[in-house]
């Protein structure tokens, strides 16, 4: 499907790529979708964790979707922003919600805590990926 996905997990680097998605998707007249990665950390290491209900990370990457969405200028697009939120690690979520798509976006950054790296990891992984073009939106300098 013809569309510039971009990948949101609540950071200013993502908000950056969401903007440069949207500036692009108007040129090209091209439907955004923002999608959103969660899942339920540590859950699969330790048997110690206490069950936690699942829907709580859900909301909360939902709850970070629409806020990032909300932050961004959309005027002018043909569609309003789509927003996807889905369960899975980032890479294979984002991968997936590109195949056949125009672009996938991504921030150089997102929420993770090495402040002297380049890229994170998710982007580092994403920029492999040959199923569409790949855009990392670096940080502001
Ligand atoms: N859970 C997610 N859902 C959707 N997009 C994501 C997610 N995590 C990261 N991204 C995308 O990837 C970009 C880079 O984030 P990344 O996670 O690679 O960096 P980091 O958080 O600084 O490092 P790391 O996670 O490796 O500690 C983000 O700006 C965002 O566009
Ligand atoms: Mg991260």
């Known amino acids: 499907m013809a569309k510039i996905v971009v990948g949101v997990d609540g950071s200013d680097g993502s908000k950056r790529a969401l903007r440069w998605a949207v500036e692009e998707a108007r040129l090209r007249a091209l439907p955004v979708q923002a999608v959103h990665a969660w899942h339920v950390p540590y859950a699969d290491l330790s048997p110690f964790v206490p069950v936690v209900d699942p829907e709580i990370f859900h909301e909360a990457g939902r709850q970070a979707l629409d ?52 890229l994170g990891s998710v982007s580092q992984h994403v920029a492999k990926h040959r199923g569409c073009p790949v855009v990392i939106v670096p940080p502001e300098r």
Do not use: N, W
């Open 67 to 118: 806020d990032v969405v909300a932050s961004v200028d959309g005027s002018g697009l043909e569609h309003p922003i789509e927003r996807v939120v889905a369960y899975g690690p980032a890479v294979t979520v984002l991968t997936d919600a590109a195949e056949g798509a125009d672009l996938l976006v991504v921030g150089a950054r997102g929420l993770g805590g090495f402040t002297g790296l380049l």
